[in-house]
């Protein structure tokens, strides 16, 4: 699709304009610069044509920092990959000479610019004039927060789209989370082939749950690099909250979660916890030990850590792992066919009469156990979806199937078929004989 960059010095609007054309509140907006980091993409739509929208970190050419650094890097890379630049100013403070120099950097990439001068809360000429010195045109007077004049400059820069047309979204959404610090962005980073996240050794680097689509061998996909996820009384701020609330939406969306744990920490609590959320969504998932290349080893460890998961993730037995190194690149590229996998999995449907062929026999071959002289007696089964695959169960009385027995049907069905990676639900309902 269409690609459309808002690009801007700092704290001129950028991500409430995103918000509002987005739909729903996916950039971290509040008043001071430097909020958002990264590129945050969504796919709108205006007049019937379908494009991605992409949010970036204000843009301080001059700043020395070394994230304003990486954030304008960021902007740059959107403005190369764009079809259109929405160049945000601030009515208010007026034209200044970071805006200037950024206007120099959108004339030299020879994209084409709608100008828009945000903040402009009620009609007053005045206050757009002096944006025609910049030399890009006419300047499209817009009060974001208010959704004042939006329509008017998306109108300038649908028109002035490259002709083409526009795929499905058909690719798959793979959702790479974990605590902060783990290597999450430098795993994206990695996959991608380019400097696509912001890389810093500061823990919660990454605000926003940031979307990249890229194609692989002619398969689409779509990588969310997600904050990393802390526990409640560690968030410190609104701002690391909101991240952490974008971090968990990202979990739900995805089709595909890539579980990244540090290797030199080993398995710990909270990663327990994301993991087990990640459960609970009934994604299909892939454990990722990274940092694997920090990790002192003899022939031992992989069965070592491999026990420990075992033993910390008994809730989800199913689970797949792989030991990378984003820094070095090892076993990275395995990393898209283990999510193409699990996610097959969890699509994987079981045709009804193997699955009561094959229920009933375990049923013969174990019974349930009798609960004051009455036996569970299952009637039929029927797998009735997928991602995750469900399997419901019509049994005489569903308060009679111990959770151990469950358990039991559960590995039956596993061992019958392969869905690792994912986890399955059984679903039991009453039926009265004869009924």
């Not at 026999?361 to 009637?379: N, V, W």
């Not at 990676?421 to 679903?427: A, D, H, K, L």
């Given at each position: ?66 994230m304003w650094k990486q954030i304008a890097l960021q902007a740059r890379i959107a403005v190369d990959t764009a079809d259109v630049i929405l160049f945000f100013t601030d009515a208010r403070e007026g034209l200044t000479s970071d805006d200037e120099d950024v206007a120099d950097f959108l004339r030299r990439s020879k994209k084409p610019v709608v100008l828009v001068v945000n903040k402009v809360d009620e009609y007053a ?128 969306r995805a089709d595909v979660c890539l579980l990244v744990v540090d290797s030199t920490a080993g398995l710990t609590e909270q990663d327990v916890r994301i993991i087990g959320r990640v459960h609970e969504q009934g994604k299909p998932s892939v454990v990722v030990m990274n940092k694997w290349d920090a990790v002192e080893k003899d022939t031992e460890t992989v069965l070592t850590f491999e026990k420990k998961l075992k ?125």
């Open positions: 699709m269409p690609v459309i960059a808002i690009v801007g010095r700092p704290n001129v609007g950028k991500s409430t304009f995103f918000n509002k054309v987005a739909g729903r509140k996916i950039a971290i907006t509040e008043n001071r610069p430097g909020v958002t980091r990264d590129r945050i993409t969504a796919e709108a739509e205006w007049r019937g044509k379908p494009f991605t929208l992409v949010d970036t970190g204000g843009i301080e050419l001059k700043s020395e920092d070394a000429p005045e206050k757009v004039a002096e944006f025609y010195a910049l030399g890009l045109g006419e300047p499209f007077a817009v009060s974001a927060e208010h959704s004042r004049g939006i329509g008017d400059a998306l109108d300038q820069a649908v028109a002035l789209f490259p002709a083409g047309e526009t795929a499905a979204d058909d690719a798959l959404k793979i959702a790479v989370v974990g605590k902060p610090n783990a290597g999450k962005s430098s795993l994206v980073n990695r996959l991608l082939g380019q400097e696509r996240a912001i890389v810093t050794p500061v823990a919660g680097t990454t605000r926003d749950a940031v979307d990249t689509a890229f194609e692989r061998d002619g398969k689409r996909y779509t990588l969310i690099d997600t904050a990393g996820i802390r526990r409640k009384r560690s968030v410190e701020d609104d701002v690391e909250y909101y991240s952490v609330l974008r971090a968990l939406d990202a979990i739900e033993e910390d993730l008994k809730f989800m037995g199913y689970f797949k792992s792989v030991y990378v190194s984003a820094k070095t690149g090892q076993r990275v590229d395995k990393l898209l066919s283990l999510a193409e996998e699990a996610y097959e999995h969890a699509s994987f449907r079981v045709p009804t009469g193997t699955l009561n062929d094959l229920l009933i026999d375990a049923m013969r071959i174990s019974e349930p156990p009798a609960y004051q002289g009455r036996r569970l007696k299952m009637y039929y089964a029927s797998q009735v979806s997928v991602r995750p695959p469900v399997f419901v169960l019509m049994v005489n009385d569903e308060n009679l199937l111990h959770f151990s027995y469950e358990r039991y049907l559960e590995n039956v069905i596993r061992g019958a078929f392969d869905f690792s990676g994912t986890p399955i639900r059984i679903v039991v309902r009453s039926k009265k004989e004869g009924s």
